[in-house]
T-cell receptor, first 116, second 115 residues
Framework: GAVVSQHPSWVICKSGTSVKIECRSL??????MFWYRQFPKQSLMLMAT?????????EQGVEKDKFLINHASLTLSTLTVTSAHPEDSSFYIC????????????FGPGTRLTVL | AQSVTQLDSHVSVSEGTPVLLRCNYS??????LFWYVQHPNKGLQLLLK??????LVKGINGFEAEFKKSETSFHLTKPSAHMSDAAEYFC?????????????FGAGTRLAVHP
């Protein structure tokens, strides 16, 4: 089956530093990847849609200069949280969509970010 | 715009008894609807998907859901709960608009299964 990995699975950083999270589709090519944020005991909120070779599309209220997304290849998208602050602490989940379907997404296991 | 409402934030059942997780949707056109499950420290897993074919959709692990347009509902059921079913369940609607469709998640229902 389609597998999506994320690295790291958890990260702790100091306030003011930047953190990069990788999302990889392991056995299929993904022209589109999505980044979600999940607060404790809450639902997933879509942050942005990432298309290979083009700029990401951010949802309303998401700061694109704060959350930098790069989708440089058909199997890799990265999310960089710049100048992280404690309020950025959250569970970040990516998903990848295969080319043949418009609403099928395969989800990664998530990355827990804690900013001290 | 599309949206989903999960009517129960927590559901608790005994092992071997039926499971019912309720979901109502709002959509201006015939929607695609999904149920996903999230186990601790694991990625979201697709249980089942409705895309305007049969109204009764069978999924993995014995789960099924029935699409009822008149009630705008897509409730998830399982005849007999297993301890391994304890997890967070999300009802999801697909929002179209060109290109890949966005997934809109419900608030989630935490299912507890007791011995």
């Amino acid at each position: 089956g389609a597998v999506v990995s994320q690295h790291p699975s958890w990260v702790i950083c100091k306030s003011g530093t930047s953190v990069k999270i990788e999302c990889r589709s392991l056995d299929f090519q993904a022209t589109t990847m999505f980044w979600y944020r999940q607060f404790p005991k809450q639902s997933l909120m879509l942050m942005a849609t990432s298309n290979e070779g083009s700029k990401a599309t951010y949802e309303q209220g998401v700061e694109k200069d704060k959350f930098l997304i790069n989708h440089a290849s058909l199997t890799l998208s990265t999310l960089t949280v710049t100048s992280a602050h404690p309020e950025d602490s959250s569970f970040y989940i990516c998903s990848a969509a295969p080319p043949v379907s418009t609403d099928t997404q395969y989800f990664g296991p998530g990355t827990r970010l804690t900013v001290l | 715009a599309q949206s989903v409402t999960q009517l129960d934030s927590h559901v608790s059942v005994s092992e071997g008894t039926p499971v019912l997780l309720r979901c109502n949707y709002s959509s201006s056109y015939s929607p695609s609807l999904f149920w996903y499950v999230q186990h601790p420290n694991k990625g979201l897993q697709l249980l089942l998907k409705y895309t305007s074919a049969a109204t009764l959709v069978k999924g993995i692990n014995g789960f099924e859901a029935e699409f009822k347009k008149s009630e705008t509902s897509f409730h998830l059921t399982k005849p007999s709960a297993h301890m391994s079913d304890a997890a967070e369940y999300f009802c999801v609607v697909s929002q179209g608009g060109g290109g890949y469709n966005k997934l809109i998640f419900g608030a989630g229902t935490r299912l507890a299964v007791h011995p």
